[in-house]
């Protein structure tokens, strides 16, 4: 028997907007799937809210996240150490 395996897309955590990715809690961690100290952990299919304080910051979270699952992804992993994707912008926060 076969093991079932997913394939995850590493990215930066520079991908996410201050506004999604800072406070306490961030606003990351009620859409991530698993948390850490060094990112989150984000399936494709996660229910993103409409409406968010920083709406440029959030289409790019909707395009990384479109962007894995049409390779094939389930998941992102947004690390602080993950590559920068050059199609998308980043942050400095």
Do not use: N
């Amino acid at each position: 028997m076969k093991p079932e395996t997913l394939t995850v897309l590493v990215a930066s955590t520079g991908h996410l907007g201050a506004a999604i990715a800072t406070g306490a809690p961030a606003p990351i961690d009620s859409l991530a799937t698993m948390t850490g100290e060094h990112g989150w952990l984000v399936h494709v299919g996660v229910q993103l809210p409409a409406e968010f304080d920083e709406p440029a910051a959030m289409q790019v979270l909707r395009d990384v996240l479109h962007f894995a699952e049409q390779h094939g992804c389930a998941y992102v992993l947004f690390d602080a150490d993950g590559p920068t994707l050059e199609q998308f912008p980043t942050y400095d926060w």
